[in-house]
């Protein structure tokens, strides 16, 4: 879900989820966000989503909205835009995870300082932990189904593991092991050492990471295993 | 100066993470002196990356060259905590020059961690919120502790470490490379244990990570250690990646005392 997140003097202030049509920003407690500031109008601007898109309409405010310092009456939301009513900035931040570069300007509320009168820098920081990281929510899905891993070849055969943890290794340390890694986009597999490679589905592995599918056949060390996913 | 390279395995990686377009940190790690240096720069445009880069380029190849070629009796290791803190004071220097005279780096500046390794023991340096961490045994620690206001709370019992996870200002650090005409390092030397593996860190991993977490990627990745610095870079940024994260692990397969460096030499001569 989209969210803008709200910061005065480069502080945040707090995050507002896009999670209806219309959000609505003024200084009149009627509005969704409400900013009791003089500086911002009773009904100042506000935000429709309409699916994946947002768009930003300035309501006629006395003082106006600027986005990434220009003003604006109406404006398609990119990730990364910075909106500026009075003092106070909202980031506009898209679904998903943002693209590679982004806007310089969006930088300004995520800046630090270190301590110490009369210098103060700019420094590419982490704000503070939000309760819905854009990340988690693929976790969050992926949660709801467990994947797991049934010995199908030698004494173990039958055997069956379910992957709770990020990381789970398989095989025999010293001679081969291979590692499973739990992502938010899936479950992966990995060499870890031996001379020998982990076979998946009769193919060797490279050395790159392989996502695994539902009922991917592994070898390790002389021993076959299915990965496959449960549905709880 | 003995070759570490047979002692020590070193692994590293970096990353802009998801969100950033550039990345700011500056690291370099050489196993044949026994010698990792992490950075991580701050300042407009691309003025932390000139810090971080001038101090670890600085650092690295200056004590690379004092420790290649002094062939005299070990350093001690108070010799080796002045050697760290004057190369840390030289990139101060370097770093503060450059932006005085630069109006487009004026401000810039850089945290800095630094170790090395010498005669069965490891001497830390660290500037700022760059941190060193430990895996020993089943047991994971911060060597380093930061110079930054959380920290300086946490210490002071004004909030408890669980507080400090969700607090704001996390990025505020007391001390940084290159913002003063001069800066102290904090060094310390700590006894080292074959097996061990040292992580030194950008801030970018334990915000984005649990310590249990790269503790649990350092424990059962110990075998393949690009495989372990890949890992934990790509935990931060399956969690959100909101910064640059870099890391260096260092694993010591055995011991190092310099008093069999010494030895072997006679014994060598005396054939």
Redesign the interface.
């Known amino acids: 879900m989209a969210k803008l997140i709200m910061s005065l003097d480069g502080?945040?202030i707090r995050e507002i989820p896009l999670d209806k049509e219309r959000v609505t920003i003024g200084r009149k407690p009627t509005n969704d966000v409400q900013i009791e500031n003089l500086a911002v109008s009773g009904e100042h601007a506000r935000v429709v989503t309409i699916l994946n898109d947002s768009f930003l309409e300035d309501l006629g405010s006395t003082n106006g909205t600027l986005v990434n310092g220009a003003p604006v009456k109406k404006h398609i939301l990119q990730s990364n835009d910075l909106i500026e009513i009075g003092k106070y900035k909202l980031k506009f931040i898209a679904e998903g995870?943002?693209p590679?570069?982004?806007a310089?300007a969006a930088e300004d509320m995520e800046k630090?300082?270190?301590?110490?009168p009369g210098?103060?820098?700019?420094?590419?920081?982490?704000?503070?932990?939000a309760p819905a990281?854009?990340?988690a929510q693929p976790a969050a899905a992926a949660a709801q189904t467990v994947a797991a891993i049934q010995v199908i070849s030698g004494p173990g055969a039958g055997k069956e593991l379910e992957i709770t943890?990020?990381?789970t290794?398989l095989g025999k340390?010293g001679v081969q092991?291979a590692?499973i890694?739990k992502?938010?986009q899936g479950y992966f597999i990995?060499?870890?050492?031996g001379a020998k490679f982990p076979i998946v589905n009769g193919a060797t592995l490279e050395a790159q990471a392989r996502q695994l599918n539902d009922h991917d056949v592994i070898e390790i060390a002389g021993v076959k295993m299915e990965f496959f996913y449960k549905t709880r | 100066m003995p070759d570490l390279s047979s002692i020590l395995e070193i692994a590293s990686a970096t990353h802009?993470g998801?969100?950033?377009?550039h990345n700011?940190d500056s690291i370099a790690a050489d196993a044949e002196v026994g010698l990792a240096v992490l950075a991580d720069g701050?300042?407009?445009y691309n003025a932390?990356e000139v810090a971080s880069g001038i101090a670890v380029a600085l650092i690295s190849s200056e004590i690379r060259k004092m420790l290649a070629n002094h062939d005299a009796a070990p350093f001690t290791a108070s010799e080796i905590e002045r050697i760290i803190a004057e190369h840390a004071g030289k990139a101060n220097a370097a770093i503060y020059h450059a932006a005085q005279g630069n109006p487009q780096y004026s401000?810039?500046?850089t945290t800095l961690v630094m170790a090395c390794w010498h005669d069965n023991q490891v001497a830390v340096g660290h500037i700022g919120d760059s941190r060193l961490y430990r895996l020993r045994g089943g047991t994971f620690e911060q060597v380093t502790r930061d110079h930054s206001?959380l920290q300086e709370q946490i210490d002071s019992g004004m909030i408890t470490r669980e507080q400090a996870?969700?607090?704001?200002?996390?990025?505020?650090?007391?001390?940084?490379v290159g913002?003063?005409p001069q800066v102290e390092t904090e060094v310390r030397t700590y006894p080292v244990q074959a097996d061990d593996i040292y992580l030194l860190c950008s801030?970018?991993l334990p915000?984005?990570v649990a310590d249990e977490?790269i503790q649990?990627?350092l424990a059962?990745?110990k075998?393949?250690l690009p495989?372990a610095a890949e890992?934990l870079v790509?935990?931060a940024n399956?969690?959100?990646?909101?910064?640059?994260v870099s890391v260096i692990l260092v694993r010591v397969l055995k011991a190092f005392p310099a008093r069999a460096g010494v030895l072997q030499k006679l014994k060598s001569w005396l054939k």
Do not use: C, F
């Open positions: 502080s945040i995870p943002a590679q570069a982004a310089p630090t300082m270190v301590l110490r210098a103060s820098m700019a420094r590419p920081a982490i704000p503070p932990a990281a854009p990340a943890k990020n990381l290794t340390p092991v590692v890694t992502r938010p990995a060499h870890v050492e | 802009p998801m969100v950033r377009g700011e701050m300042g407009g932390g401000g810039m500046g206001v996870r969700h607090a704001q200002h996390k990025n505020l650090v007391t001390r940084a913002i003063d801030d970018g915000d984005m977490d649990l990627t059962t990745l075998a393949n495989l890992q790509q935990q399956d969690n959100g990646g909101r910064d640059n």
